[in-house]
């Protein structure tokens, strides 16, 4: 016997793509550019592994799982700085809590706050980071989509959502900057969802990891927190933020991030998190200390993305429809031929993987807003995302 929601699983996007690139033979003559994963590239700080090295022995003691007391600290700090918040309006103690990253996170806070008996409804976005699909699934939870497409400019359309649907609805996912399209939810939209959530009451989970990667150093993206404070909601009540070190310190497999927000509701997923078991290793919120509390790495870090989204488009323009994403690492262009066929073709021709895009979505009222789609993720280093465009190109003028 096993749990039967195990079999309702969706098989992985880079398992569909494994089964598109088998039995493909790629252009040998070239070597391959992965822009498929969304795995950050670039060197990870120094300072943090260093900090790992020399806090190695700190593996001798059992971690907690609410987090040591600096590392909650920093990351308060880092949430007041980052999202203007005044200065005593979150504490360390009830309103931050350190995960193993977000996917984790994400994934164990449906687990805690659904409550199965009462016919649960989970709203995530179409296309969506695939975590919040199997998150519902294994808390018994049915989903719906909302389609973001080019037409509503990549935002769920609220308006579309009936009342029962919401009166069902016990937590919604949202991704601001979003994975794949890189749309930023501005504050209008957040404080119409928070009005909506207070309406019906449901629970607000804000995917925030790649908030870090924008283009502006004057415009940074608006954060859910950040919207509570200018909204006067000094409780966050329903409201909760999911961050992340992997993106913002290309430190993928340190797994370290953290959910900050409603302390009723920290306090209950504290609770649930004491069971499950995911108590961050000490060495690691050593290095999660340093590295939340260094923004000059950070600084680079986007000047890198910058340097690579500008010479990429400039490459792309005029032969794909495609264009600047508000932030993220994510180019989400239209694709001239179908997004499987693309893939599958560019990966012969030019030795490229992207991911197509129906891969990350589900159908919806008839329309996949994913297909015709492909995710590019500009990963690989300049001069290897400047050879893909300049291949993606010819690839283009080919077909
Ligand atoms: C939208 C989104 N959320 C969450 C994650 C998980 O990141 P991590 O677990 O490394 O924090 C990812 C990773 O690709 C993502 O794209």
Redesign the pocket.
């Known amino acids: 016997m096993m749990n039967p929601n195990i079999e309702k699983l969706h098989s992985y996007p880079f398992e569909k793509l494994g089964n598109l690139k088998a039995g493909v033979t790629p252009n040998e003559e070239l070597a391959h550019i992965p822009l498929s ?3 950050p590239k670039h060197t990870p700080p120094g300072f943090v592994l260093e900090t790992i090295k020399k806090e190695l022995h700190t593996i001798a003691q059992y971690p907690m799982t609410k987090g040591s007391e600096p590392l909650r600290e920093s990351i308060t700090n880092w949430l007041i700085n980052r999202f203007k918040l005044a200065s005593n309006s979150l504490d360390p103690d009830k309103h931050v809590l350190p ?8 994934f164990a806070f449906a687990q805690a706050v659904i409550d199965p008996t009462k016919n649960p409804l989970i709203i995530a976005p179409n296309p ?2 695939q ?1 919040y699909e199997g998150a519902a699934i294994l808390a018994g939870s049915e989903i719906q989509f909302l389609n973001t497409t080019i037409e509503n400019d990549f935002i769920p359309d609220l308006d579309s959502v009936d009342v029962k649907t919401w009166e069902r609805c016990q937590l919604i996912y949202i ?1 601001s900057p ?3 399209t890189g749309k930023v939810l501005d504050s209008n939209f957040l404080t119409k969802l928070i009005k909506l959530a207070d309406q019906y009451d449901f629970i607000i989970a804000s ?1 925030e ?2 908030s870090e990667l924008y283009p502006d150093e004057k415009n940074p993206p608006v954060g859910l927190l950040e919207v509570c404070a200018k909204t006067g909601r000094s409780d966050f009540k329903n409201c909760v933020v ?6 913002r310190s290309n430190l ?1 497999g340190l ?3 953290f959910v900050a927000g409603d302390a009723k509701i920290l306090k209950q997923f504290l609770r649930y998190r004491t069971y499950h078991g995911c108590a961050m290793s000490m060495p690691y919120q050593l290095a999660s200390i340093a590295a939340w509390n260094d923004e000059i790495h950070v600084k680079n870090n986007r000047a890198l993305y910058r340097s690579k989204f500008e010479s990429v488009l400039n490459i792309l323009d005029g032969a794909l429809e495609v264009s600047q994403p508000d932030a ?1 690492f994510y180019l989400w262009p239209k694709t001239p031929i179908d997004d499987q066929s693309f893939a599958k073709k560019l990966f012969e021709q030019e030795n490229i993987t992207v991911l197509p895009g129906s891969y990350l979505s589900r159908t919806v009222d008839g329309i996949n807003p994913g297909a015709n789609h492909v995710r590019m993720a500009l990963v690989a280093e300049l001069d290897n995302c400047i050879e893909a465009a300049h291949r993606i190109k010819r690839f283009i003028e080919s077909i």
């Open positions: 994963i969304g795995e995960v193993n990253g977000t996917r984790e996170a994400l969506f980071y975590i991704c979003g994975n794949p995917d990891c790649y999911f961050h992340s070190l992997s993106k993928p797994r370290s991030g993220s």
